[in-house]
Nanobody, 122 residues
């Protein structure tokens, strides 16, 4: 069973940066599409970024600010978040899709981490 664990969340001021990590165990992530999602209080969970092998995709709301990447040796996917805004606040989840297709819909993903809180506030 693939297990995912997120880390790296925290409190940051507007304009600041954070790097989230999604560490996998049980299976290699090499053949999975991996996505990052976020959920703000009272809102639906939304797709932020996802990665297919070496191709990456970002939602319009984070283009130019967030970067998703993989470290195959560490079996980990990262989300580098720069120029953070208060509206980026939420619980961030990573997810893995065994079919390899990925996408911004949560229905595409089979495995989920427990989430890490990101709060952007002055």
């Amino acid at each position: 069973q693939l297990q995912l664990v997120e880390s790296g969340g925290g409190l940051v001021q507007p304009g600041g940066s954070l790097r989230l990590s999604c560490a996998a165990s049980g299976y290699t992530l090499d053949y999975y599409a991996v996505g990052w999602f976020r959920q703000a209080p009272g809102k639906e969970r939304e797709g932020v970024s996802y990665i297919l092998s070496s191709f990456t995709y970002n939602a319009d709301s984070v283009k130019g600010r967030f970067t998703i990447s993989r470290d195959h040796g560490k079996n980990t996917v990262y989300l580098q978040m720069n120029s953070l805004k208060p509206e980026d606040t939420g619980v961030y989840y990573c997810a893995a899709d065994a079919s390899g297709r990925g996408g911004f819909s949560r229905d595409e993903y089979d495995f989920w981490g427990q989430g890490t809180q990101v709060t952007v506030s002055s």
